[in-house]
T-cell receptor, first 114, second 111 residues
Framework: DTAVSQTPKYLVTQMGNDKSIKCEQN?????MYWYKQDSKKFLKIMFSYNNKELIINETVPNRFSPKSPDKAHLNLHINSLELGDSAVYFC?????????????FGPGTRLTVT | AQSVSQHNHHVILSEAASLELGCNYSYGGTVNLFWYVQYPGQHLQLLLKYFSGDPLVKGIKGFEAEFIKSKFSFNLRKPSVQWSDTAEYFCAVNSNYQLIWGAGTKLIIKP
C-alpha cells in the first residue's frame, strides 16, 4: 500500500522531447507538491496544489506545467526537454488544514536528458 | 521570509561517534520543525518533528532533536552513530502551506 507513488521511476529521453511524470497519493491529503533535486541534493520546490488549486508556482521555466485532475493526483508535464532538466523529481503530499505540514514523499523519478 | 541554515554540508564520523547536526531558522513565532533523512538512492523520510510541548523530541532510529526557541535552532543528535546512518539529512520549517528546506548535510560514517 504505497502512500505516494510516482511513475515512471526512471526516464531517459532526448533533448527536445516532451514527457510527463505522474503522481498519486492515497493518504487523503489536501496538498501535493513537486520538487526538483539536483546532483548536489538541493531540494527546490516547484509547484504545489491545495484541493486542486495552484498555490505555489516558483520560478521555473514555463516548459514545466503541473496538472491536478483531483486531490489525489498531481502530474508534471515537461515540454522541450533540456540537458539542465536532468534531476530527480519528487512528488510529496501533506494535510495542511490542521497545520500539520508533514510531507510524505514519493520514490522519485530520475530524469536523464541526453 | 523564512529561511533555514544547515551549517555543515559534509560530516564524516567513525562508527560509535556522537553526532550533532546544526539547523537554524530565521523567523520567529509559532513554527513546526522537521528533520528528514534520505538514504542513498531513496526518497526523503521523516526522522522526527516538533509541533509543541517538550522541546526535546525523540525520533526513529535513536535520533533526537532539541528545539531552542531563543536560538532559533533545532539541532539533530545521536549519541552513537552506525554505518547505516550514512545519508543526507534535511532540516525544514513550515511556512504558508509549504516547508522551507535547508541545503542538507551529507553524513558519512566510516566503518
Amino acid at each position: 500500500d504505497t502512500a505516494v507513488s510516482q511513475t515512471p521511476k526512471y526516464l531517459v529521453t532526448q533533448m527536445g522531447n516532451d514527457k510527463s511524470i505522474k503522481c498519486e497519493q492515497n493518504l487523503g491529503h489536501d496538498t501535493m507538491y513537486w520538487y526538483k533535486q539536483d546532483s548536489k541534493k538541493f531540494l527546490k520546490i516547484m509547484f504545489s496544489y491545495n484541493n486542486k488549486e495552484l498555490i505555489i508556482n516558483e520560478t521555473v521555466p514555463n516548459r514545466f506545467s503541473p496538472k491536478s485532475p483531483d486531490k489525489a493526483h498531481l502530474n508534471l508535464h515537461i515540454n522541450s526537454l533540456e540537458l539542465g532538466d536532468s534531476a530527480v523529481y519528487f512528488c510529496a503530499s501533506s494535510q495542511t488544514s490542521g497545520r500539520a505540514y508533514e510531507q510524505y514523499f514519493g520514490p522519485g523519478t530520475r530524469l536523464t536528458v541526453t | 521570509a523564512q529561511s533555514v541554515s544547515q551549517h555543515n554540508h559534509h560530516v564524516i564520523l567513525s562508527e560509535a561517534a556522537s553526532l550533532e547536526l546544526g539547523c537554524n531558522y530565521s523567523y520567529g513565532g509559532t513554527v513546526n520543525l522537521f528533520w528528514y533523512v534520505q538514504y542513498p538512492g531513496q526518497h526523503l523520510q521523516l526522522l522526527l518533528k516538533y509541533f509543541s510541548g517538550d522541546p526535546l523530541v525523540k525520533g526513529i532510529k535513536g535520533f533526537e532533536a532539541e528545539f531552542i526557541k531563543s536560538k532559533f535552532s533545532f539541532n539533530l543528535r545521536k549519541p552513537s552513530v552506525q554505518w547505516s546512518d550514512t545519508a543526507e539529512y534535511f532540516c525544514a520549517v513550515n511556512s504558508n502551506y509549504q516547508l522551507i528546506w535547508g541545503a542538507g548535510t551529507k553524513l558519512i560514517i566510516k566503518p
